[in-house]
């Protein structure tokens, strides 16, 4: 403050974490309307759902498309059905609810909106001014949700497939670049001139991996890959656990605004000064 500014008021502040380690920020950076049902989905009693994988932190939020001809193609809802029911099947994904009634034809139905776990810097507060006082409730975890569209790959696949460029697609199907950690495999050459059979001999191959001095495998890459490749399976292992989607106007939203505000008078005492204050902050 400038010695010149004026205090304009004063506003007592309330500390709660009874919500805690539930308070998140969700961000949309593509998203242009509200997370709502479309109302013509909304009629046909549509309604957006989720659900959660807590130990790896991935969210989704499935929202049901816009069913009016003028927006949404229903033939070619057809083939992308298909290509994401074949995509679930590849990730190892129970669709639980999901699943299409016996006899009925897939189609995609709803816009997956999957979640990025970011790195937060610092405490995140959630804050809100109520008859002149500030609540303020702990925010343990920020996601940013993008639509998933894994499923046009298969699509994409399938379309090489069917043009007769199977060479490339095996070769794109054929997993992950070789370790540079492993060592590589032995291959046999046969000569088209001699048809003489080859003699099998044995070869022994050994690895060294260099270690620095901290006893730590050198080779940041393949070790970034191979924490990839574990995340990815650990990712796809772990099951699925439905949540409960509630709008901010059903009583269930209101019921948990009304919660981020504190109910307790009991002062808090601060037990550091200015000088611990100023050290924790980084840059100074």
């Given at each position: 403050m400038d010695g010149d500014d004026e205090l304009v008021s004063v506003l007592p502040i309330h500390y709660s974490n009874t919500l805690s380690p539930n308070v998140h920020i969700h961000q949309f950076p593509l998203l242009s309307r509200p997370l709502q049902t479309p109302p013509a989905a909304a009629v046909s009693g549509k309604r957006i759902r989720a659900?959660?994988?807590p130990i790896t932190r991935r969210i989704e939020i499935h929202v049901p498309v816009d069913p009016r001809p003028e927006v949404w193609n229903s033939e070619r809802s057809k083939s992308l059905g298909?290509?994401?029911q074949e995509d679930?099947?590849?990730k190892n994904q129970d669709v639980g609810k999901m699943k299409q009634r016996e006899g009925e034809e897939a189609r995609l139905t709803e816009v997956r909106m999957r979640s990025e776990h970011i790195?937060?810097?610092g405490a995140y507060m959630l804050g809100v001014v109520r008859n002149g006082h500030l609540h303020?409730?702990?925010?343990s975890e920020t996601h940013q949700f993008r639509p998933t569209?894994?499923?046009l790959d298969v699509m994409s696949r399938k379309t090489r497939r069917s043009r007769g460029d199977a060479?490339?697609?095996e070769d794109s199907d054929d997993g992950p670049p070789p370790?540079?950690?492993e060592p590589p495999p032995v291959q046999t050459i046969t000569s088209k001139k001699e048809k003489k059979p080859l003699e099998a001999k044995e070869v022994q191959v050994s690895a060294r991996k260099a270690m620095d001095d901290k006893g730590n495998l050198q080779g940041g890459l393949s070790a970034v890959r191979r924490e990839m490749l574990l995340a990815i399976r650990a990712e796809e292992d772990e099951a699925w656990q439905d949540l409960e989607f509630c709008d901010g106007e059903t009583a269930e939203g209101q019921e948990m605004f009304e919660a981020v505000f504190s109910q307790s008078d009991e002062h808090l005492e601060c037990k550091s000064d200015i000088t611990t204050f100023l050290k924790d902050i980084k840059g100074l």
């Open positions: 659900r959660i994988k298909v290509a994401r679930d099947r590849e790195p937060q810097e303020l409730q702990p925010i569209l894994t499923y060479g490339s697609d370790d540079p950690d």
